[in-house]
């Protein structure tokens, strides 16, 4: 919603229930039908999700939906008629009154600029970052996932920062982003001397991130964007993939078909208990190892072989 259209709303009234058994896509058409403002679904409990299979919509296993209206809408109508439409108890549903704010601006209070590594540094545009030799990129919370906030992420910007600190360094390397998401990791490597980063994404909501980021800052020129993975070039410097697990074994010889020997791979979005199964799928063309693991995230990496 755009701030002139919150401002004449005096406040919201947010109900909320537990999907349960219930068809998301029907979910979200009772919400609207009956005068959502905006439906949201979220984890109802703990439980992490990264990107899904093409084609694929992936919830939590407890999925919670908060649909928002307006507070003039708050009646005890709306509730029998929004859970008669489900076909659940109008006691299913919670609800909660809203303040009005500047949605746009909420996530301003949380994000800030953060640190991976010695150099690299991520920063909202609100912010700036005034240490000596930073190599910053400039990026905002958007639709599109990833800001550095996720551990497996965060995981990649480390690596990023130190091979850039390394005697082969980064400088004139050419990379794959695969899944890129908001082009983090690509841009990221070009603001540690990068010559060229070619990202590929399923999801053309990442892909426009990823180019007005890149616009953003500066680099649109050294970077492209792909819809087709078949497209990439083979024989960049570097791949790094922050997918799913089974995606990750899936793509093995893919991967090393994109590579030349002595060629870096890193792989993230890994539970712990996962990182052995997808280092063995790609030992037949990569020497592979636990690169680190944070908040039970792993990520791996792997020389060409």
Same mark, same amino acid.
């Given at each position: ?6 401002? /004449? ?6 109900? @909320?229930?537990?999907?349960? +058994?219930?068809?998301? =896509?029907? +979910? ?11 439906? /949201? ?13 093409? !084609?694929?919509?992936? %919830?939590?296993?407890? +999925?919670?939906?908060?649909? %928002? ?19 659940? @108890? =109008? ?32 920063? =909202?545009?609100?912010? *700036? ?13 958007? %639709? ?6 996720? =551990?497996? +992420? ?13 005697? @082969? ?11 890129? !998401? ?14 060229? #980063? ?11 991130? /990823? ?13 492209? /964007?792909?819809?087709? *993975? ?34 870096? %791979? ?11 199964? #997808? ?12 690169? *680190? ?13």
């Amino acid at each position: 919603m755009s701030s002139s259209a919150a401002e /004449t709303v005096q406040g919201y009234l947010e109900l @909320s229930f537990e999907l349960g +058994t219930l068809s998301a =896509p029907e +979910t979200e058409q009772a919400c609207l039908a009956a005068g959502a403002l905006a439906i /949201t679904l979220c984890d109802a409990v703990d439980e992490p999700v990264l990107e899904p299979l093409p !084609g694929e919509l992936r %919830l939590w296993r407890r +999925t919670r939906v908060r649909a %928002l209206y307006p507070a003039a809408a708050a009646d005890a109508l709306l509730i029998v008629g929004l859970a008669q439409r489900l076909g659940c @108890s =109008p006691s299913d549903i919670d609800v909660l009154a809203v303040a009005d704010r500047i949605w746009e601006r909420e996530w301003l209070r949380d994000f800030h600029a953060m640190r991976f590594g010695e150099r690299l540094w991520i920063c =909202p545009r609100h912010e *700036a970052v005034g240490h000596p030799g930073a190599a910053v990129v400039r990026l905002d919370p958007g %639709l599109a996932f990833g800001t550095g906030t996720h =551990p497996s +992420t965060a995981l990649c910007l480390q690596w990023l920062d130190e091979l850039s600190r390394t005697q @082969s360094g980064l400088t004139g390397c050419s990379l794959i982003d695969y899944g890129c !998401g908001s082009g983090v990791l690509g841009l990221a490597a070009l603001a540690l001397g990068a010559r060229r #980063v070619h990202a590929f994404d399923i999801d053309p909501q990442a892909l426009l991130a /990823t180019h007005e980021n890149a616009e953003d800052n500066g680099v649109a020129d050294r970077l492209r /964007t792909y819809v087709r *993975a078949e497209d990439l070039p083979a024989r960049c410097d570097v791949l790094m993939a922050n997918i799913l697990a089974p995606i990750l074994k899936e793509r093995a010889a893919a991967f090393a078909a994109l590579l030349p020997a002595g060629a870096r %791979l890193v792989l993230a979005g890994l539970l712990a208990e996962e990182d052995a199964e #997808v280092a063995a799928a790609f030992d037949q063309w990569f020497d592979m190892e636990r690169y *680190a693991q944070r908040d039970g995230w792993v990520a791996l990496s792997g020389i060409r072989l």
